[in-house]
């Protein structure tokens, strides 16, 4: 069948993306499931940094490759061996497909899946290949969803069926920000009531970050960012306090603040400057958390000693440490519950072919999530 779907051919390109048009929307032949697979007509997907930092270049991955990971549609056709779904569920995909069975998988640690890691980094689907074509060459699959389309073949191991009533713009966020964002707190820290913390960096995921640190009942959750906007809008959501990443007192002033620093900081940014912070405004016996991907080249350092000392830890979380078929429909309860506000962080409702004018207001730091609606 043929699809629409947004292409990178080049990464690297210099914006403003209105003009240069590093994503082109093209008619894409589209192979039909396999066993274990679905076809999906993408409802709605979410723009995410990870998809701007593969635009941008700082995440390599092979090309050509339909973007989009962050996606939500309804299921239109099942593939052989796709037991407990069926044509007509809703479904949300995430970017870490699952074999159940490498080491990680058998150690209930499926955002850690060897073969889902190794297909996302050839560009394929997990069952190995590609079901893309233009012309007869091959366009890569990003991290097994390519959303930003009309219709995708995914992997059931992509994917998780939800609840019909709830719109597809507000499901889309659960494939990535949300499961990061939360997952960070509740899985990865297992942030406890009463404690404080630090968010640094308030993108999409670490604005779910600050609402699962509300969740989990933190008595400080403290907002760092460059964007006072930003910084605005922690506050309507929960923040305690604010603090602006460029003021050169950032780290005194926070511990000061705590009366030594936080029992947990996050750092979402994926920046070495936004790690030094989160480090340094850790307490004593406190943790680090990192859920942004810096640059492959970046390195961090902090002082050994502190590590023994300070009974310090650093820890990294990806896919929030979740296990998505088990996480994706609890996060989806707690929205519906009322007890996470996440329409709060949805945003402009675009078109695919406004897509790279998206990517333009993402990178400028845009607020709140953008979402493709196709
Ligand atoms: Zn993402
Ligand atoms: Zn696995």
Do not use: W
């Not at 059931?156 to 990535?176: N, R």
């Not at 650093?314 to 088990?326: H, I, Q």
């Amino acid at each position: 069948m043929k699809t629409r779907a947004a292409v990178l051919y080049e990464s690297g390109v210099a914006g403003p993306y209105k003009e240069t048009e590093p994503l082109k929307i093209e008619h894409l032949d589209l192979k039909p499931p396999r066993r274990n697979e679905l076809l999906i007509r993408v409802r709605a997907a979410g723009l995410c940094h990870s998809d701007l930092s593969v635009i941008n270049g700082s995440r390599k991955r092979p090309t050509p490759m339909a973007l989009g990971h962050e996606a939500a549609g309804e299921v239109v056709e099942v593939g052989e061996g796709s037991d407990g779904f069926a044509v007509g569920d809703h479904v949300v995909c995430y970017f870490v497909p699952s074999c159940g069975e490498c080491l990680p998988c058998m150690e209930g640690r499926p955002a850690l899946c060897e073969s889902g890691a190794a297909a996302n980094n050839k560009g394929e689907m997990l069952a190995g290949d590609r079901r893309l074509t233009k012309d007869e060459d091959d366009i890569h699959h990003h991290l097994g969803v390519s959303g930003f389309a009309e219709y995708a073949v995914v992997s059931k191991h992509s994917a998780v069926k939800v609840d019909t009533d709830i719109p597809f713009h507000e499901l889309a966020v659960f494939g990535c920000a949300v499961i990061t964002g939360l997952g960070a707190v509740i899985n990865t820290a297992e942030v406890k009531p009463g404690s404080t913390v630090a968010v640094i960096g308030l993108g999409g995921i670490g604005m779910n970050t600050l609402l699962g640190a509300k969740l989990t009942g933190a008595r400080e959750i403290i907002a760092i960012d460059m964007n006072e906007e930003k910084l605005q809008h922690a506050q309507k959501l929960g923040a305690t306090a604010t603090f602006h990443a460029q003021n050169e007192n950032v780290v005194s002033n926070i511990r000061e603040y705590t009366d030594g620093g936080v029992d947990y900081a996050f750092e979402t940014a994926g920046a070495v400057p936004a790690m030094e912070t989160a480090y340094h405004v850790t307490r004593r016996g406190g943790m680090t958390i990192t859920s942004g991907l810096p640059d492959p080249q970046d390195q961090f350092s902090f002082p050994q000693v502190t590590l023994t000392s300070e009974e310090r830890t650093v820890k990294g979380s990806y896919l929030g440490s979740c296990v998505p078929a088990r996480d994706i429909p609890r996060f989806i309860s707690l929205y519906k519950q009322g007890r996470l506000p996440i329409d709060h962080l949805l945003g402009d409702r675009i078109s695919l072919n406004d897509i790279n004018e998206g990517f333009d207001r993402l990178a400028s730091g845009k607020v709140s999530r953008i979402i493709v609606e196709m």
